[in-house]
């Protein structure tokens, strides 16, 4: 038994209590000293979570998003503690994206429309904060205009697109802001689009990203901080926060969090006819390891989880299931690869990038690295299945693409004009340009104890010296490595851009690594195109590249879609400016049937493989039961 402090104060609602977050990297946050909240809350002994505290039958756990000890739940900050760092637990997005049908799945909006100019949403009547005031068009707004006054919130990259976010009534007309008002409220949000930058796409993923916050309690505190987001930042939002979601925080240690069900969240009866959700408290314990998780699945004490598990086919009689039932067991999504800096040699010369393209053995990081929990792997940057699979071209990557064939490899390596040097045993001593200079050694960096990526990592190195290229592992901390992916301090880095299924989907994958916006030189930070491949200061500049990604996102017609997507694959396949390597999920989804039914997979595909809490997933809570033992 640990000792905890429950955050469901006795305050009267809308107070709120905070102390001051220490500032450290997430993964390494230092212990807070809990002692100072106990005058403020209503402190309970808690069992560990095998039950105990929290009655078995009511409560359902979960993990894979808290890896240390909780911080803040500030929904402000870019990283805040589970649950907020999930979507529509606490608060809530306008929409969900369903990665299944690629539909959007009304939430705090109950409709949107795309136009030529603009975006528009409409709010459900019915949305409630939890202190009874309704989720309005100038919360909305508001939320998004954040990111226009502070640049270092995850919205603020929106508004190069955007024009304005305007609250308008049902006659249309822009409504001045009222803070308290609770009828007449206008439930319109228009967002008008730049004209020179003109990206609906974009718009669409941050209505189902953007968790909305209400504007009658940011506002005034943000004022009552002299507008100093940094000193709002230090907020911990642990005690009583207004927000529009199911759950609300309830108790947290450094051992687990806890939220408890808001029996009187809107949509119950707005979304859900009328019921509540089954599970009463979510419980997310904190484990330091993969092992541990997938330890505590095979015993029942987690009921889902968003972990790798290695070799899940073998926690099968122990009743861990996953989506699919047969290899590859998940839904692929994403793309983990190798980043390529494109401002070091010899990874300037495209024959190198081929090379290395053709050199990497990825059946073996398929099986061997993940556990089989892939599709086989296809040149280019669009999923040759699902949702994606309309814009995918086998021709195309039969002619242009790049897979294992070593001698393919060498032949590319010889007409970039490299020659390796092999020692008697085969072991590659080094590797000379065609003027018979010595090449650099090229160091594949990957954070340490990532244990899938590590692997991968391992493979691709040893794949690459057999044909001879000279690479090399190198681990580093995990606060050290995004550092080095944001700043180019890097050869070649693991990394998974745009993961997450999205309404924007393939063309941001190809925006994230292609783009040429806001580039800028080693050293300063790039959140995309983080290998500065195709510099608009450089000679061989291709104007082409960020044409596609400009129209793209406008384009209504599909034959012309069609085509600008072959078009733009076929370039990445030419010029190989980064190494993807296997599919995976965006997020794993293992689950126990131990204690909980009906819970999502192929076989009963009612939702995405999301845990509760994540997305769409969090719909799961209304219609898993209990099991009776």
């Known amino acids: 038994m640990t000792e905890t402090c429950s955050v469901a104060s006795k305050l009267p609602r809308g107070t709120q209590s905070f102390v001051r977050r220490v500032p450290a990297v997430r993964l390494l946050r230092t212990a807070l000293a809990l002692l100072s909240l106990l005058g403020q809350a209503d402190c309970r002994r808690d069992a560990d979570d095998a039950g105990g505290g929290f009655p078995r039958g009511e409560t359902f756990y979960v993990a894979g998003w808290q890896w240390g000890e909780p911080a803040s739940f500030n929904p402000l900050l870019s990283n805040p503690d589970w649950p907020v760092s999930t979507m529509n637990f606490v608060y809530e997005t306008l929409l969900m994206y369903d990665s299944i049908t690629g539909k959007m799945v009304?939430?705090?909006?109950?409709?949107?429309?795309?136009?030529?100019?603009?975006?528009?949403?409409?709010?459900?009547?019915?949305?409630?904060?939890?202190?009874?005031?309704?989720?309005?068009?100038?919360?909305?707004?508001?939320?998004?205009?954040?990111?226009?006054?502070?640049?270092?919130?995850?919205?603020?990259?929106?508004?190069?697109?955007?024009?304005?976010?305007?609250?308008?009534?049902?006659?249309?007309?822009?409504?001045?802001?009222?803070?308290?008002?609770?009828?007449?409220?206008?439930?319109?949000?228009?967002?008008?689009?730049?004209?020179?930058?003109?990206?609906?796409?974009?718009?669409?993923?941050?209505?189902?990203?953007?968790?909305?916050?209400?504007?009658?309690?940011?506002?005034?505190?943000?004022?009552?901080?002299?507008?100093?987001?940094?000193?709002?930042?230090?907020?911990?939002?642990?005690k009583d926060a207004v927000s529009s979601g199911p759950y609300k925080l309830f108790s947290y240690s450094s051992e687990k969090i806890a939220v408890v069900r808001d029996d009187n969240y809107w949509g119950n009866q707005a979304l859900h006819g009328g019921k509540r959700p089954t599970v009463k408290f979510v419980v997310h314990p904190i484990y330091k390891s993969n092992d541990h998780f997938s330890i505590a699945l095979q015993q029942g004490r987690l009921d889902a989880s968003s972990t790798f598990v290695p070799r899940i086919w073998l926690k099968a009689k122990k009743g861990v299931q996953s989506w699919l039932s047969k290899e590859p067991f998940f839904l692929s999504s994403a793309m983990p690869m190798l980043i390529v800096n494109h401002k070091r040699a010899p990874l300037t010369n495209v024959h190198m990038r081929r090379a290395m393209a053709f050199a990497i053995n990825y059946k073996d990081i398929r099986e061997l690295a993940v556990s089989g929990y892939s599709e086989p792997l296809k040149p280019g940057l669009i999923l040759p299945f699902g949702l994606e699979q309309k814009y995918f071209s086998d021709a195309d990557t039969q002619?242009?693409?790049?897979?294992?064939?070593?001698?393919?490899?060498?032949?590319?390596?010889?007409?970039?004009?490299?020659?390796?040097?092999?020692?008697?045993?085969?072991?590659?001593l080094e590797t000379l340009d065609e003027s018979g200079r010595k090449v650099p050694t090229v160091f594949v960096k990957s954070p340490t104890g990532w244990s899938d990526w590590e692997s991968i990592v391992?493979?691709?190195?040893?794949?690459?010296?057999?044909?001879?290229?000279?690479?090399?592992?190198?681990?580093?901390?995990?606060?050290?490595?995004?550092?080095?992916?944001?700043?180019?301090?890097?050869?070649?880095?693991?990394?998974?851009?745009?993961?997450?299924?999205?309404?924007?989907?393939?063309?941001?994958?190809?925006?994230?690594?292609?783009?040429?916006?806001?580039?800028?030189?080693?050293?300063?930070?790039?959140?995309?195109?983080?290998?500065?491949?195709?510099?608009?200061?450089?000679?061989?500049?291709?104007?082409?590249?960020?044409?596609?990604?400009?129209?793209?996102p406008s384009m209504t017609d599909e034959g012309e879609l069609l085509a600008a997507y072959h078009e733009?694959?076929?370039?990445?396949?030419?010029?190989?400016?980064?190494?993807?390597?296997?599919?995976?999920?965006?997020?794993?989804?293992?689950?126990?049937?131990?204690?909980?039914?009906?819970?999502?997979?192929?076989?009963?595909?009612?939702?995405?493989?999301?845990?509760?809490?994540?997305?769409?997933?969090?719909?799961?809570?209304?219609?898993?039961?209990?099991?009776?033992?």
């Open 458 to 552: 391992r493979i691709s190195v040893k794949s690459m010296r057999a044909v001879g290229i000279d690479a090399r592992e190198r681990f580093v901390d995990a606060s050290l490595f995004w550092n080095a992916l944001f700043e180019g301090d890097f050869d070649l880095i693991m990394n998974t851009p745009s993961s997450a299924p999205s309404p924007s989907k393939p063309w941001s994958r190809f925006e994230i690594l292609m783009t040429t916006q806001d580039f800028a030189p080693l050293g300063d930070k790039m959140y995309k195109n983080m290998g500065r491949f195709n510099d608009p200061k450089a000679p061989g500049y291709i104007p082409r590249i960020d044409e596609l990604l400009t129209r793209i």
């Open 399 to 428: 002619k242009y693409g790049t897979w294992f064939d070593p001698e393919r490899a060498k032949a590319e390596l010889k007409a970039g004009g490299y020659t390796p040097r092999f020692g008697a045993d085969g072991e590659l």
């Open 568 to 629: 733009l694959n076929v370039i990445f396949m030419q010029l190989q400016p980064d190494l993807p390597l296997v599919y995976r999920p965006d997020a794993f989804y293992e689950f126990s049937a131990k204690h909980w039914s009906n819970m999502p997979s192929a076989a009963n595909p009612y939702l995405p493989p999301l845990t509760p809490g994540d997305r769409l997933g969090t719909n799961m809570l209304w219609a898993i039961e209990p099991v009776t033992h």
């Open 106 to 238: 009304p939430l705090l909006a109950e409709s949107y429309a795309t136009h030529a100019e603009s975006v528009e949403v409409t709010l459900n009547p019915a949305a409630r904060w939890n202190d009874g005031k309704p989720v309005t068009a100038w919360d909305v707004a508001y939320t998004f205009e954040l990111g226009k006054r502070y640049k270092s919130l995850n919205i603020a990259p929106i508004w190069q697109y955007l024009k304005a976010v305007r609250a308008l009534n049902e006659a249309g007309k822009e409504v001045p802001v009222e803070l308290n008002a609770t009828e007449g409220y206008p439930r319109r949000v228009v967002f008008e689009l730049n004209a020179e930058k003109k990206n609906p796409l974009v718009v669409l993923d941050a209505l189902q990203a953007q968790r909305i916050i209400p504007r009658h309690v940011i506002e005034p505190m943000l004022a009552a901080h002299g507008g100093n987001l940094d000193d709002f930042d230090k907020l911990k939002f642990d």
